[in-house]
């Protein structure tokens, strides 16, 4: 079946714009998670979905970023006014236990 | 708090060499423990994964065995191949929820 898909592939903006970064799970999985990857870094958690419980959002590096899921599907990640540090592979997984599965992430690069 | 240690990399190896990746781990309970790989240019995939004290999970010739009494869980592989070449991540998921706890990664160079 399909997997966790993931939108744009790559995206390149200028200091100081709005991103939207989207997230496709796989279709059943309850539970959806983004991640930050850094250049050379691992993974850092940013923000955690299940079901219709409120979202855990203690991994939000400032309140710029945001999150929502949409019927319990669809996720959106949305990053206002980027700095060039927010530049890194944005990833997104889906879970139904215990195993995430991964998209392919969204390569920021913020000018 | 719960967390994952890995040995630091870059790990540098000729083909057909025998590959250990350092796992080790701090948790309350009883977590599951993971393996996932990142091809370069690529996504985070699963390798294997062990749920209790002494399974072993395998997969494409890697081993790791969920060593309860050395909070360990380290990777193995008996003949690295350059196609083995990656950045490998060890985790965990505790009891109580499925977040995973990420370990740092160790990129793993396999020379011919």
Redesign the interface.
């Known amino acids: 079946g399909a997997g966790v898909s993931q939108s744009p592939s790559n995206k390149v903006t200028e200091k100081g714009k709005d991103v939207e970064l989207r997230c496709d799970p796989i279709s059943g999985h309850t539970a959806l998670y983004w991640y930050r990857q850094s250049l050379g870094q691992g993974l850092e958690f940013l923000i955690y979905f299940q079901g219709n419980s409120a979202p855990d959002k203690s991994g939000l590096p400032s309140d710029r970023f945001s999150a929502e899921r949409t019927g319990g599907s669809v996720s959106t990640l949305t990053i206002q006014r980027t700095q060039q540090e927010d530049s890194a592979v944005y990833l997104c997984a889906s879970s139904q236990g215990r195993v995430q599965y991964f998209g392919p992430g969204t390569r920021l690069l913020v000018l | 708090g719960n967390s994952v240690t890995q040995m630091e990399g870059p790990v540098t190896l000729s083909e057909e060499a025998f590959l250990t990746i350092n796992c080790t781990y701090t948790a309350t309970g009883y977590p599951?423990l993971?393996w996932?790989v990142q091809y370069p240019g690529?996504?985070?995939?699963?390798l294997l994964?062990a749920?209790k004290a002494d399974d072993k999970g395998s997969n494409k010739g890697f081993e790791a065995t969920y060593r309860k009494e050395t909070t360990s869980f380290h990777l193995e592989k008996g003949s690295v191949q350059v196609s083995d070449s990656a950045v490998y991540?060890c985790a965990l998921?505790e009891e109580s929820n499925?977040?995973?706890i990420?370990?740092?990664?160790t990129k793993l160079i396999i020379k011919p």
């Not at chain 2, 690529?42 to 699963?46: D, V, Y």
């Not at chain 2, 990420?102 to 990664?105: F, L, N, P, Q, T």
């Open positions: 599951s993971f996932y690529e996504g985070l995939q699963l994964k749920t991540f998921s499925y977040q995973l990420w370990g740092a990664g």
